[in-house]
């Protein structure tokens, strides 16, 4: 089968498309036909080990520490099952399904095998593989931080980096959970943001959300530039400042903030679960959630698709689309 792999970290010049063996479904897994996936900022973490300050060994640690371990990069899929191995029972060949295989990765190709009991659920029917594509990375990570902090109906939430894989998801989870939302994003992406349905949207070039007076039960910084230390006089007494961007610095000030004020910071790596990907395709069914797409690219172009992601600006999800030719 076609794969990306990478052999070294670097520059989008790493990748290169590559015959691979097609792999096999062991008892427990279903061998999934990719029709399309994603390229994320997990994807640029992994590809170049630029992390967050503070965690450059750990992310050696766990993807290679002189070369990469997966050589196929890609964390979310959608697609079609094709095989199953002898002790599955939740799915059968002609199933469409979608997938998170996070830091695993390996999506970035033609297959990929799944264990039936992983994070891997059926398609929403309306929703094509492009969209259940993306449905996992930024859904996941919105969910799992929503559900620490306690989100509750009517309580205020600021989303800063609004436009981005996590932001265009956690505006339209917020929204979906009763929250009164404020997204954070620059000029150009002020209609996206109101489309996803912000009842406010800030414009940081033109406005600074710490400065304006207003103050937010929640506020979730997606792009690394809303420490405690520069939002705390913007959160409420009893506030949450949700790190989903946030350095080993920021995680060893969390207990601290703890002892020190009745705020709180949550940082850390989501948890994913199998729940969240079934809730994220029960809201997409009922037209609750919707994966917002900038670009596409075949999977031959996939180096395009890294540069683009490795501006740190896209619009929500960058897709890779596959054609087979059986
Ligand atoms: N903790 C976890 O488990 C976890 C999970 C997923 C992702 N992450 C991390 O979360 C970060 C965001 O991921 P993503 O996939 O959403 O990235 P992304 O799609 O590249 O989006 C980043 C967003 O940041 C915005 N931005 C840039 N400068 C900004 C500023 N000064 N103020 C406000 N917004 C600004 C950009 O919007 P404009 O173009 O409008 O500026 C862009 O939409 C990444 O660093 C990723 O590693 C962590």
Redesign the pocket.
Known sequence: MKAIVYERYGSPDVLELKEVSKPTPKDNEVLIKIHATTV???DW?ARTLEMPAGFGFMARLVFGISKPRQPILGTELAGEIEAVGKDVKKFKVGDQVFAFSGASMGCHAEYRCMPEDGEVVPKPANLTYDEAAALS??GT?ACSFFRRAGLQSGEKVLV??A?????TAAVQLAKHFGADVTG???T??VELVKSLGANRVVD?TKEDFTKNGETYDVIVD????APFSRSKGSLKERGRLLL??GGLPDLLRVPWVSMTSRRKVIA???AVSVEDLNFLAKLADAGEFKPVIDRRYPLEQIAAAHRY?DT????GNVIITLVHGD
């Open positions: 994320t900022s997990g973490r990375f930024g990570a800063n980096g436009s981005g894989g996590v932001g954070v994003c620059s150009a992406n940081y997606t792009a690394g530039t989903v961007l850390g790596p989501a992601v740190g600006r896209k619009k």
